[in-house]
């Protein structure tokens, strides 16, 4: 059986612009999944974490626990690379 998790347990209104394009585009994504537009977001943004460069990037940075920790990904950065 798979238990049922939270949504959103630490979400926060943000206040960004963007384009009428990338809107239209959410709100279709939306539809089509049938998920809420702030779902679509958080889930897609949620895939940056597998940009590779991203994560090496993160490693590089010196004083990286912080953000590590911030993010998640304590698994995908190595503990030696953590300072």
Do not use: C
Not at 25 to 38: D, G
Not at 70 to 78: N, P, R
Request: aromatic share 8%; proline share 1%.
């Amino acid at each position: 059986m798979k238990f049922i998790t939270p949504k959103n347990h630490n979400a926060e209104k943000v206040d960004w612009l963007i384009s009428e394009r990338a809107r239209s585009i959410v709100k279709s994504y939306a539809e089509y999944t049938e998920h809420s537009e702030s779902e679509v977001v958080n889930l897609f943004l949620l895939n940056l974490l597998e940009d590779e460069d991203f994560i090496d990037w993160i490693e590089r940075k010196r004083n990286n626990r912080r953000l590590v920790k911030q993010l998640g990904i304590e698994d995908l950065v190595g503990d030696e690379k953590i300072g």
